[in-house]
C-alpha cells in the first residue's frame, strides 16, 4: 500500500500518495494544469512542458506529469510566471508549424485551439516558420497532415503501448522533427498498421483524420481508448 505524504498546492494542503505524479494528484484534486502531449494510461514525456509548475525551493520548473510527489512539498501551478510561459509556448505551437483554425478538419474539436482560448492568445509574437510538407493520403481510411502535427507523439505511444502495432516513430531533431510511418513509408502500405484509428482518436489537433471528415466536423473519441487502457488495466 502506497505511503500517504501531505503538501500543499497553491497554499491548499493536500494528501497524495508516495510515487504519483503532480500531475495525477491535481487533477484528483481538480486543479487544473494544462498538457497537450500528456494521455492518462499512456507513458508519459514531457514534451509539450505546458504542465509545468513551480516547486518552492528548485531554481527550474519542473514538469507535473513527471515529477513525483514528496512530502512537505509547497508547489504552485496558476503564477503569474507560469502563465506568460504557457501563452507563449501555446504561441510557438501555433508558429512551428501550418495552424490555421477555418479550414482545419478539427476546428472547433481542437485542443491546442482550446488551448489559445484558455491562455488569452489573440494573436503571435513569432514569426511563422511556413514549413511544407507533403500530406499522406496512402491508407484507405486515414490522412496524416504534418503541417498540422505538433510532436506530442500520442500517437507512436498508443500504437506501441495500446494497439502492439508500431507503426510510429519519430525522425529528425528540433523543428524538423516529424512522425514517420515504418521507415519514413507510406502509411497505406505499412505492414504493422491494423487500422484501428487509435492514433487518430488521441491526436489532439488535425494531423490525423478519417478521409470521410469534411472541415469543422471531426469529434474524435480518446475517451474510447482511455476505456480500453481502464478494463486492461483492471484484467491484469
Same mark, same amino acid.
Given at each position: 500500500m ?20 503532480l ?19 499512456l507513458s508519459?514525456v514531457?514534451a509539450?512542458r ?14 507535473s ?25 501555446v ?23 482550446q488551448?489559445g ?11 511563422y ?14 490522412v496524416?497532415?504534418?503541417?498540422? !502535427?505538433?510532436? &506530442?507523439?500520442? /500517437? +507512436?505511444? *498508443? ?10 516513430? $519519430?525522425? =529528425? ?11 519514413k513509408e ?6 504493422? !498498421?491494423?487500422? &484501428?484509428?487509435? /492514433? +487518430?482518436? *488521441?491526436c ?8 470521410d471528415? $469534411?472541415l =469543422?466536423s471531426?469529434?474524435?473519441k ?13 484484467g491484469?
Amino acid at each position: 500500500m502506497s505511503k500517504k505524504v501531505k503538501l500543499t498546492v497553491d497554499g491548499r494542503e493536500v494528501q497524495g500518495q508516495e510515487g504519483e505524479t503532480l500531475l495525477t494528484l491535481c487533477r484528483r484534486e481538480k486543479i487544473d494544469i494544462p498538457t497537450l502531449c500528456y494521455f492518462e494510461g499512456l507513458s508519459t514525456v514531457g514534451a509539450c512542458r505546458l504542465c509545468l509548475v513551480e516547486i518552492e525551493g528548485s531554481s527550474k520548473l519542473q514538469p507535473s506529469c513527471t515529477a513525483l510527489v514528496s512530502e512537505g512539498q509547497v508547489i504552485r501551478t496558476n503564477t503569474e510566471k507560469l502563465q506568460r510561459y504557457r501563452r507563449m509556448l501555446v504561441e510557438l505551437f501555433f508558429s512551428e508549424r501550418n495552424h490555421v483554425c477555418a479550414v482545419c478538419v478539427s476546428n472547433n474539436h481542437c485542443e491546442l485551439q482550446q488551448l489559445g482560448y484558455k491562455v488569452g492568445m489573440d494573436h503571435v509574437r513569432f514569426p511563422y516558420l511556413y514549413q511544407t510538407f507533403e500530406m499522406d493520403a496512402s491508407h484507405k481510411e486515414f490522412v496524416k497532415d504534418d503541417n498540422r !502535427c505538433i510532436m &506530442c507523439t500520442r /500517437c +507512436v505511444r *498508443v500504437c506501441s503501448e495500446v494497439e502492439g502495432a508500431h507503426v510510429w516513430d $519519430v525522425m =529528425g531533431r528540433g523543428y524538423q522533427s516529424r512522425i514517420i510511418s515504418g521507415f519514413k513509408e507510406p502509411w497505406g502500405i505499412s505492414d504493422a !498498421c491494423t487500422s &484501428c484509428g487509435k /492514433c +487518430v482518436d *488521441v491526436c489532439p489537433v488535425g494531423a490525423l483524420w478519417p478521409k470521410d471528415a $469534411v472541415l =469543422g466536423s471531426l469529434e474524435k473519441k480518446p475517451e474510447t481508448v482511455t476505456e480500453l487502457i481502464k478494463q486492461r488495466e483492471a484484467g491484469s
